[in-house]
Structure formats: C-alpha cells, structure tokens
C-alpha cells in the first residue's frame, strides 16, 4: 500500500539544492520516514540521480551505531562523495547523532550535497527546531493523513472511510489495522509511552498527572474559548486542584511545540487585529485526541470543526478564529456592543477566506445563525459555510458559498470554487 503525498513530495522537489537544510518535521509517526526514504527516494531515481549519488542513514538503526560518532559520519559521508555531481544525504532520526547541529551546518559547506534530516524525540521534536541551524534550516512540515489522502487507500467505501477517520484519525499505520481493538491500543499506547514521555523528558515535567489532566481537559474542549486563567479555573473547580497560570502556560506550550496540540488566536476581522484573552486550541490528530477521551466523546460537530482546521492548515493557510463586531440598538434605546464568531479565518498571502463549520442546516432559523457573522463582513473576500450533509456547492444571493464537508476536503481547490 503506498499512500501518495503529493503536497509534501512538490514542496521537498521546489526545495531541493536550495543551499539549506531542508528539516522534516511533524508529530511522530507522521509520515516524516516513509516521505523521505520512499516517495523521495523515488522521485530522486526517476529524475535521473544515480542510486549510489543518495546517502541515506537511519540512525536509529542497531547496525549504524558508529555513525552516530560526528566525526565518523562525517568521514563516510564525504568518502562516499566520489565526483562533482549532486549527492543527496538523508538522515532519518538525527537526534541520535551527537552534536548534530555541527555535523549538518558542516554538511552545507560541501558544495555538491543537499541535506534533508528528520527527527522525532523530545531533543529534535520540536518547533524551534530550525534555531539549532542557525538560520540554515528549511522546514517542511508533515501532518497526519488529510481525508482525502486517507480515503485514497481505503478498502472500503467512502463512509466507511470517514465513520473510521472521525473516531480513528489519520497516523499511516492506522490504516493497516482491521480490528477497531487495535486502533484503540495502538493510539493510547502512542500517547502516553511516546508523545507524553518525549515532552516529560525534554521539559523535565515533575508532575505528570498534572499534565495528564491538562491534555484531557483540551481535548473534551476543541473548538471553545480558553485561556490559561480559565484552565486554572477549571482545574481548581472540577479537578479540585490549584495551578498557576504560568504552569499551565508552560505546559500548553510544550504541547504546541510537540506538534499535538494547535492554537486559533482571535482576531478582530473589522479592525484587523488579533484579540488577546481568548484562544481555541485543535488536535493533531482526531485519533489521538479521541484516545485521550477513551473513545467516549465523539461529537460529529467539534470533530468536523477539529478537521476543516487541520484542512486548512495542510493547505498551507494561517487558521485565525474570527470575531465580528457590531453596535445594536437595545429595546431603551441604547446602542450596546455586540459580537459574533466566524469559525476560521484562512489566510495564505493575499487569499483570505472566512469559513463557518455547521454539522446541519435544518430549518432557515439556522441558515441564519451561521451567516449572521458573514453577512456582517464588508470586504469581498469569499465567505464560506461548511456542512456535514453532502452537497455540491452553492451561491446564495448574498455571495455566500456553502459546501459540503466531503466536497471541501476531497476537492483541493474547493476554496476557490
């Protein structure tokens, strides 16, 4: 089974001999190795490179134990350059190299080598990673499989496809597991003995429950509003515990820069700015955040929400969490400031969409709901509503495009439609 990603394939292709070091980076168990190692790989082959013009090094293989000496990779890298031609070096979890920023800013003066690395503990897994190459490094950032990408080696049929992606996500090897059991445990298993033990062990986390906890309790609330004093809160009300903002600040940090959680900052759409106080955080992956939870809380409408997000974010789009605001005459006469919420604001250079997530559409009193905030929007940028029911597109007479959920994310041009 070979699970074509295209989106991350063209951006390896339009980086290459660039004179940087082009990181691979992404939540574990992504994707990153079988990017590099096959479907670059291939690509390399079918452009013409000679086979022995790729040096390509698993580190964490037993057998390439010596290789992890900085001086001895340095040795057998630029012995096996044999001529002038381009030679391509991929180096798969490098963080099991000693001293790796030097040995890679040292591989950027060989002027006939192009580096790509990935890397995937909680020394590498990170989102400064770039800092370590001074300025020299050239991320490419993997996601878990997108729907689209999933439903194209399914075996079965499209709502198959999706009843398993909304409860199981999209990490590969999900895909290679029938019995629902096993998706369970592989999922669990993956949290708590890789992911939150990459983040204990590189933040020197000395209360783990603490951090446990937290992890639930976003992942019950993707999609509100939050902040660290309402987390605090919470955590003083149903957990009956008391921590400082500053605790929790660190440790939503440490999940952001381990790639499982995201964060949506408001922004005032009318007066073009980000708004403080509030923020939405979003999972990685559905999978991950749903194992959290013990497959209990599978809400269609958060998880759809959850997913047009990470959508977007694959695309290549900035996600904001939009806010309109209004002045409303009250019934005495008063004017009072009102607010009303876009889902998403996408935004990728000049192109900006705003987008609104609704599961259904059943009465008209709902059209309306959605679209208040739209219709409050004087630019003419293109406004759009996702919905769980599967339709095609269409314009009403406010220039207001709904879609259907599948349509959006099967179609990569659905946005310009």
């Known amino acids: ?179 629902a059991e096993d998706k369970a445990e592989y999922l669990n298993s993956l949290f708590q003995k890789v992911y939150i033990s990459d983040i204990v062990e590189r933040h020197n986390v000395r209360n783990k429950a603490e951090l446990d906890e937290l992890v639930d309790v976003l992942a019950s609330a993707i999609g509100s509003y939050t902040n660290q004093s309402k987390l605090v809160r919470t955590f003083k009300s149903v957990k009956n515990k008391s921590i400082s903002d500053k605790t929790i600040k660190n440790y939503t940090d440490y999940l952001i820069d381990s790639y499982l959680i995201s964060k949506a900052d408001r922004y005032d759409i009318k007066g073009k700015k980000h708004i403080g106080k509030l923020e939405k955080y979003y999972f990685e992956d559905v999978g991950l955040r749903n194992a959290r939870l013990g497959f209990r809380q599978i809400e269609e409408t958060h998880l759809m929400e959850n997913i047009i997000y990470n959508e977007l974010r694959v695309r290549g789009y900035h996600v904001d969490v939009g806010v309109v605001e209004y002045y409303e005459t009250k019934a005495d006469g008063k004017r009072g400031k009102k607010q009303l919420e876009v889902d998403f604001v996408a935004t990728k250079g000049s192109e900006k969409y705003y987008i609104q997530s609704a599961f259904a559409l059943p009465t008209a009193d709902k059209v309306n709901q959605e679209q208040r905030g739209l219709l409050r929007i004087s630019d003419f940028f293109r406004k759009i509503v996702v919905v769980g029911d599967n339709i095609k597109v269409r314009r009403d007479e406010n220039g207001i495009i709904t879609i259907g959920l599948r349509n959006f994310l099967l179609d990569e041009n659905s946005l310009k439609l």
């Open 1 to 179: 089974m070979e699970i074509k990603r295209d989106v991350y394939l063209d951006k390896l292709i339009r980086k290459k001999k660039n004179g940087l070091i082009k990181v691979v980076t992404g939540v574990r168990r992504c994707g990153k190795s079988y990017l590099l190692f096959h479907l670059f790989h291939d690509h390399l082959l079918d452009s013409g490179v000679a086979e022995d013009h790729i040096i390509e090094i698993a580190l964490d293989d037993r057998s390439n134990k010596e290789l992890r000496d900085p001086d001895v990779i340095l040795k057998f890298i630029k012995e096996s350059i044999k001529d002038k031609e381009d030679y391509y070096i991929i180096l798969d979890e490098v963080q099991y190299l000693d001293e790796f920023e030097d040995v890679l800013n040292s591989l950027l003066h060989i002027r006939n080598a192009d580096v790509y690395v990935t890397g995937s503990n909680s020394q590498f897994l990170s989102s400064d990673v770039i800092t370590q190459f001074r300025g020299r490094g050239d991320e490419i950032r993997v996601y878990p499989l997108s729907f689209s990408e999933y439903v194209s080696v399914y075996q079965g049929s499209q709502d198959e496809a999706w009843d398993d992606y909304l409860v199981y996500g999209g990490l590969p090897l999900i895909l290679t597991m029938e019995e």
